[in-house]
T-cell receptor, first 115, second 116 residues
């Protein structure tokens, strides 16, 4: 049971390049999330998904796209990277319960540097 | 919309001393509240959570937090700091509404330094 895994761990991009970050979870969770972490700002939600085939915007969605074609995977895409997207990206997942808050489980993060 | 404010981006404590990390929230409805810890170069790990049961919540590693509705606070404490407590701590809030998608809103984080 690996929990939440992220690929790659570190990446350097040039401005204008594209890339995809992969998140995988083996806990059969319905919900998945992408956050970015920047110094002094905590974590901010980029996009999230409440089930296979569904996605929704979070707090800071501009410049990113996502897809959830399989329940266990959640992909984050940058079509044209900008230096402002230099950050640490975290994926998380949780199960769903209608009457209580379920814990989010986080991956180890992907460090992205855009030059 | 909900928000979280963590007072103090850095806190320095001596080993064996009290750890107190402050968190205040704003929410249109009574929220769920969380504290997460992040060790260097790792992801976030849940310390404890408040979900409208007991107002004093005990978590892992000897931490606890008290929900005070009148003060809109959820401060985190540990009676005696250990060197292994050096990390960054995040307070987070979510709305207990199905349509909210279980989303978390985080504070800016407090980095704890433990001095020997």
């Amino acid at each position: 049971n690996a929990g939440v895994t992220q690929t790659p761990k570190f990446r350097v991009l040039k401005t204008g390049q594209s890339m995809t970050l992969l998140c995988a979870q083996d806990m059969n969770h319905e919900y998945m999330y992408w956050y970015r972490q920047d110094p002094g700002m905590g974590l901010r939600l980029i996009h999230y998904s409440v089930g296979e085939g569904t996605t929704a915007k979070g707090e800071v969605p501009d410049g990113y796209n996502v897809s959830r074609l399989k329940k266990q995977n959640f992909l984050l895409g940058l079509e044209s990277a900008a230096p402002s997207q230099t950050s640490v990206y975290f994926c998380a997942s949780s199960t769903f319960a209608p009457d209580r808050q379920e814990t989010q489980y986080f991956g180890p993060g992907t460090r992205l540097l855009v030059l | 919309a909900q928000s979280v404010t963590q007072l103090g981006s850095h806190v320095s404590v001596s080993e064996g001393a009290l750890v107190l990390l402050r968190c205040n929230y704003s929410s249109s409805v009574p929220p769920y509240l969380f504290w997460y810890v992040q060790y260097p170069n790792q992801g976030l790990q849940l310390l404890l959570k408040y979900t409208s049961a007991a107002t004093l919540v005990k978590g892992i590693n000897g931490f606890e937090a008290e929900f005070k509705k009148s003060e809109t606070s959820f401060h985190l404490t540990k009676p005696s700091a250990h060197m292994s407590d050096a990390a960054e701590y995040f307070c987070a809030v979510s709305l207990p509404i199905k349509a909210a998608g279980n989303k978390l809103t985080f504070g800016g984080g407090t980095r704890v330094l433990v001095k020997p």
